[in-house]
Each structure stands twice: as structure tokens, then as C-alpha cells.
């Protein structure tokens, strides 16, 4: 049929439905003065109170301490295989450099393991794996701003019996 776009202020009623304010409406059925529409594409009106489609290039605005934009990604993966039994070693490391925030990791290995992250050799958080948890899995809500030049470096100590292989992936933005 046809798209419409439809300005209207002022709130909604009951008996009075005319109000309500859309973007974008594609006209399913009827004319644009007596029609049937649904939504398509959502909308908003920007600072000068003109009405913008939300898409690619015109993001809904936000407010407050949040960001309009996501931090690209910068994650580091790693394996380490054949860690013996009762010893410690690297997994996967990454030297911060730009404003890295480090997110977390995710770890697993084929044994039961302590996961720590270190930063410069201090450790900061630790995780347990075991046979009803095979898989580390750390996640901060916030993350934590890292100094250029500090290695943040995800450990895996084997706590079994056996050899074992181990996998990490340190999540940054």
C-alpha cells in the first residue's frame, strides 16, 4: 500500500485514540484518513521537533550516563596445552594499551581448574571449575579501565590428577 508518516501531539484517550503518535506507519488497508496501519519502523521527535525514523544512521537517543555508540570489542584467545597436574601457567594474555577495559573471560579446560586474572602479576578475581561447572565464566557488570602497558593475563591452575589442556578468552572493550 504505501507508507504514512503521522504527526500527532497530546496523549492518547479512550474514546479518542487519534492521539497516539507514530513514526512510521505502513498503511495495511483503507485510505490515510480512515485506514487500517501498523507500525514499521519506530520513531522520535528530535531536538528542533521534527519527526526522525529510527534506522542505521539515526540511532534513538539516550540519556543519561549511557552511550549511544558500543566499545568495539578487543578480546584476546589463547590455548595451553598440556599443563601437568597441581601447576599454574598462563592461558591467555593481553598488554593494554588505548583505554583497554577488561569485561572478563571465559575459560575451560579438560580437568577441573582455579582460574585467576592478574593484572602485572596481582591477582584480581578467581574462578572455580569443576565436573558440574567445566566452564569459567566471569563477567563484571562494570569494567575495569586498564593503565596502558599493564598485562592482563587469565592463569589456569590444573587440579587434578592428570595432564590437562586449557582454552581462555579474555573479553575487553
Same mark, same amino acid.
Given at each position: 500500500?504505501?507508507?504514512?508518516?503521522?504527526?500527532?501531539?497530546?496523549?492518547?484517550?479512550?474514546?479518542?485514540?487519534?492521539?497516539?503518535?507514530?513514526?512510521?506507519?505502513?498503511?495495511?488497508?483503507?485510505?490515510?484518513?480512515?485506514?487500517?496501519?501498523?507500525?514499521?519502523?519506530?520513531?522520535?521527535?528530535?531536538?528542533?521537533?521534527?519527526?526522525?525514523?529510527?534506522?542505521?544512521?539515526?540511532?534513538?537517543?539516550?540519556?543519561?550516563?549511557?552511550?549511544?555508540?558500543?566499545?568495539?570489542?578487543?578480546?584476546?584467545?589463547?590455548?595451553?596445552?598440556?599443563?601437568?597436574?597441581?601447576?599454574?601457567?598462563?592461558?591467555?594474555?593481553?598488554?593494554?594499551?588505548?583505554?583497554?577495559?577488561?569485561?572478563?573471560?571465559?575459560?575451560?579446560?579438560?580437568?577441573?581448574?582455579?582460574?585467576?586474572?592478574?593484572?602485572?602479576?596481582?591477582?584480581?578475581?578467581?574462578?572455580?571449575? &569443576?565436573?558440574?561447572?567445566?566452564?569459567?565464566?566471569?563477567?563484571?557488570?562494570?569494567?575495569?579501565?586498564?593503565?596502558?602497558?599493564?598485562?592482563?593475563?587469565?592463569?589456569?591452575? &590444573?587440579?587434578?590428577?592428570?595432564?590437562?589442556?586449557?582454552?581462555?578468552?579474555?573479553?575487553?572493550?
Amino acid at each position: 500500500m504505501g507508507f504514512v508518516v503521522r504527526q500527532v501531539d497530546g496523549p492518547a484517550t479512550p474514546d479518542d485514540l487519534s492521539n497516539i503518535y507514530f513514526a512510521a506507519l505502513e498503511l495495511v488497508d483503507g485510505d490515510e484518513s480512515q485506514g487500517i496501519a501498523e507500525v514499521v519502523v519506530p520513531g522520535y521527535r528530535d531536538a528542533d521537533g521534527n519527526v526522525q525514523v529510527v534506522d542505521a544512521a539515526h540511532r534513538l537517543p539516550v540519556d543519561g550516563t549511557f552511550s549511544a555508540t558500543t566499545a568495539n570489542a578487543r578480546n584476546a584467545y589463547d590455548v595451553l596445552l598440556g599443563l601437568p597436574a597441581g601447576t599454574t601457567d598462563v592461558v591467555a594474555s593481553i598488554v593494554a594499551a588505548g583505554g583497554f577495559k577488561f569485561r572478563g573471560f571465559v575459560g575451560l579446560g579438560t580437568g577441573d581448574a582455579i582460574w585467576r586474572v592478574l593484572y602485572d602479576g596481582t591477582p584480581r578475581y578467581a574462578v572455580r571449575t &569443576n565436573i558440574a561447572e567445566p566452564t569459567a565464566r566471569l563477567k563484571l557488570p562494570n569494567p575495569d579501565p586498564i593503565a596502558d602497558g599493564v598485562l592482563v593475563a587469565v592463569v589456569a591452575t &590444573n587440579v587434578t590428577d592428570d595432564v590437562g589442556d586449557f582454552e581462555a578468552t579474555i573479553l575487553g572493550e
